[in-house]
């Protein structure tokens, strides 16, 4: 009898165990057919959960908030290059005008160099334009390969003296606030270019008259540098929309050319890969603050 039984229960077992695994296991063959069918073209599908709460429910809710991450970013580069080919094509077409009146007839030497000017502004835009571009990806893909102590202070001094340079002959006063000693560590180069946008925008922004004052020091466990100008602020609803790629405000094309709106976007991306923050408080007619906060070493 046993020599029948022990064939007979192995068969059984071993039926058994392939049929509980199998179906075990169906719900993972179901997911994995799902992931391959999501592919980067469509990230919209998701994996469905079974609603028993058990691990299987767990991972699929883990997949679809990765899916979720994922589409976002996929949206957010997709929009990123539209905007930036828009941003190109602008400069692009001025040029071609410009070299199609250029070529239309005989033209005086004036003339020409009327033409070349304004084929040189152009340039000197898409140059700035793919110089910010550049900034911005390797701020983003923390491309920041130098690190060691950062002097706050001259910092601070070197944003002072180049604030300075720059309201020249427009009316502003860029002045020092209070400096105290701070210790920081990161990309010296990466950080004063995330201040001099900060110092820059607020120079351009306020009108004649108006005052730009730069202060750093120690602040609730932070290494702070903020930079406060006494322009046009900016409204509550466009506060946080400044620091995307591309935004200019009505104001700010209206005002003047020179802006690729990529300025803010570049400086936020430098402090987040130092592990810091980049904030603005501002009230519309009175002024705006930019802060930095950077982690103390
Ligand atoms: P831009 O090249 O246009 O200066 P930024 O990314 O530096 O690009 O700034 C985005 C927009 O935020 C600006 O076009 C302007 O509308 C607004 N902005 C930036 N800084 C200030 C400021 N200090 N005061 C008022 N508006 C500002």
């Given at each position: 009898m046993l020599l029948a039984l022990i064939p007979l229960g192995l068969g059984l077992a071993t039926a058994g165990g392939a049929l509980v695994a199998r179906r075990a296991l169906s719900p993972v063959g179901a997911m994995s057919r799902?992931?391959?069918?999501?592919?980067?073209?469509?990230?919209?599908?998701?994996?469905?959960?079974?609603?028993?709460?058990?691990?299987?429910?767990?991972?699929?809710?883990?997949?679809?908030?990765?899916?979720?991450?994922?589409?976002a970013a996929f949206v957010q580069v997709r929009r990123f290059a539209a905007d930036a080919a828009h941003e190109l094509r602008t400069p692009l077409t001025a040029l071609r005008g410009e070299l199609e009146v250029g070529l239309r007839a005989d033209r005086s030497p004036e003339e020409y160099r009327r033409v070349l000017q304004s084929v040189l502004e152009s340039v000197e835009r898409l140059v700035r334009l793919a110089e910010d571009l550049l900034a911005l990806s390797r701020a983003s893909s923390g491309g920041l390969v130098r690190s060691g102590p950062v002097d706050l202070e001259a910092l601070v001094l070197g944003a002072l003296d180049a604030g300075a340079r720059l309201a020249q002959g427009r009316g502003v006063t860029?002045?020092?606030?209070?400096?105290?000693?701070?210790?920081?560590?990161?990309?010296?180069?990466?950080?004063?270019?995330?201040?001099?946008?900060?110092?820059?925008?607020?120079?351009?922004?306020?009108?004649?008259?108006?005052?730009?004052?730069?202060?750093?020091?120690?602040?609730?466990?932070?290494?702070?540098?903020?930079?406060?100008?006494?322009?046009?602020?900016?409204?509550?609803?466009?506060?946080?929309?400044?620091?995307?790629?591309?935004?200019?405000?009505?104001?700010?094309?209206?005002?003047e050319t020179e802006g690729t709106g990529l300025g803010l976007a570049i400086a936020r991306s430098i402090v987040t890969a130092h592990a810091g923050t980049l904030t603005v408080e501002s009230t519309p007619g009175a002024g705006s603050r930019f802060t930095i906060r950077l982690p103390r070493s």
């Amino acid at each position: 009898m046993l020599l029948a039984l022990i064939p007979l229960g192995l068969g059984l077992a071993t039926a058994g165990g392939a049929l509980v695994a199998r179906r075990a296991l169906s719900p993972v063959g179901a997911m994995s057919r799902t992931a391959r069918r999501i592919t980067a073209a469509d990230l919209t599908e998701r994996i469905p959960a079974r609603g028993a709460g058990d691990e299987l429910d767990h991972l699929a809710e883990t997949l679809n908030a990765m899916l979720v991450r994922l589409e976002a970013a996929f949206v957010q580069v997709r929009r990123f290059a539209a905007d930036a080919a828009h941003e190109l094509r602008t400069p692009l077409t001025a040029l071609r005008g410009e070299l199609e009146v250029g070529l239309r007839a005989d033209r005086s030497p004036e003339e020409y160099r009327r033409v070349l000017q304004s084929v040189l502004e152009s340039v000197e835009r898409l140059v700035r334009l793919a110089e910010d571009l550049l900034a911005l990806s390797r701020a983003s893909s923390g491309g920041l390969v130098r690190s060691g102590p950062v002097d706050l202070e001259a910092l601070v001094l070197g944003a002072l003296d180049a604030g300075a340079r720059l309201a020249q002959g427009r009316g502003v006063t860029v002045r020092l606030g209070a400096v105290e000693p701070a210790g920081v560590t990161g990309d010296a180069v990466a950080l004063e270019r995330a201040l001099l946008n900060l110092v820059d925008n607020a120079v351009r922004y306020t009108p004649s008259g108006g005052k730009v004052e730069l202060s750093a020091g120690p602040a609730d466990g932070w290494a702070e540098i903020s930079v406060q100008d006494s322009g046009p602020g900016i409204a509550p609803a466009d506060v946080e929309r400044v620091f995307d790629p591309f935004v200019r405000l009505e104001a700010a094309r209206a005002g003047e050319t020179e802006g690729t709106g990529l300025g803010l976007a570049i400086a936020r991306s430098i402090v987040t890969a130092h592990a810091g923050t980049l904030t603005v408080e501002s009230t519309p007619g009175a002024g705006s603050r930019f802060t930095i906060r950077l982690p103390r070493s």
